[in-house]
């Protein structure tokens, strides 16, 4: 496992539309973590949420076949325009996760969902939609968790990012569930950002003890046995 004070800062050559994530810190240890797996020409590589497209784009360059999925029309947009500036080919579709590939698989799936746990039980709006992820952060993790095995070939590897904010072992715990081999490969330990920092007094309130002063990231791998 690779454990790090700070990942180096994500590539700052990508564009982003308005309301679309910008690459951070998050985007980079997961990059540093796919660019660990076996990827070649021949490799199906699918993005869920795409964002802007950091991480297709660079499966791209590996000489993956990509397939980047987003339900926002501008992180489409924008994931298509990177490519384009790169001038790498991938495969950008509209949709809600896996239900934008149906019958397919793929030998390496990626995400780098909204994990922020937000007060506001309802579903987030606005730019918020590519943070925010309901009271326990695990608002899109659990559909992930749930749908990404069923779209795993044999020996195939899930990579997902989050904050350990979120409940790291209920990860662990789902994915295991789902008949893959999962584990922590990555940790990374940053200050918290604009939007935590907004919220820690409802984050002490939760139980987030007063001398917690970092974000801790993690990439969990779950290997497909």
Not at 27 to 35: D, I, Y
């Amino acid at each position: 496992m690779t454990t790090e004070t700070r990942p180096p800062s994500a590539s700052p050559n990508l564009r982003t539309l308005p309301g679309v994530y910008e690459p951070q810190d998050d985007t980079r240890l997961l990059t540093e973590a796919m660019r660990r797996e076996d990827i070649g020409p021949g490799t199906e590589v699918l993005d869920l949420g795409t964002g802007s497209g950091a991480l297709a784009v660079e499966a791209a360059r590996l000489g993956a076949r990509v397939t980047a999925v987003d339900i926002s029309w501008r992180a489409v947009a924008t994931a298509r325009l990177n490519a384009m500036i790169r001038r790498q080919n991938i495969t950008v579709r509209r949709g809600d996760l896996v239900s934008a590939v149906p019958g397919r698989s793929f030998d390496l799936v990626v995400s780098n969902p909204p994990y922020v746990p937000s007060p506001d039980k309802w579903p987030p709006k606005g730019a918020a939609r590519s943070w925010d992820a309901g009271p326990d952060g695990r608002l899109l993790l659990d559909r992930i968790c749930a749908a990404a095995p069923a779209v795993l070939r044999p020996s195939g590897v899930l990579l997902v990012v989050h904050s350990g904010l979120c409940d790291v072992e209920a990860t662990l715990e789902r994915l295991t569930c789902a008949g893959l081999s999962a584990s922590v490969t990555e940790r990374a330990l940053i200050p918290f950002g604009r939007v935590l920092r907004s919220r820690l007094a409802w984050l002490r309130a939760q139980g987030l003890p007063a001398t917690t002063t970092l974000e801790e990231l993690v990439v969990v791998r779950a290997e497909n046995a």
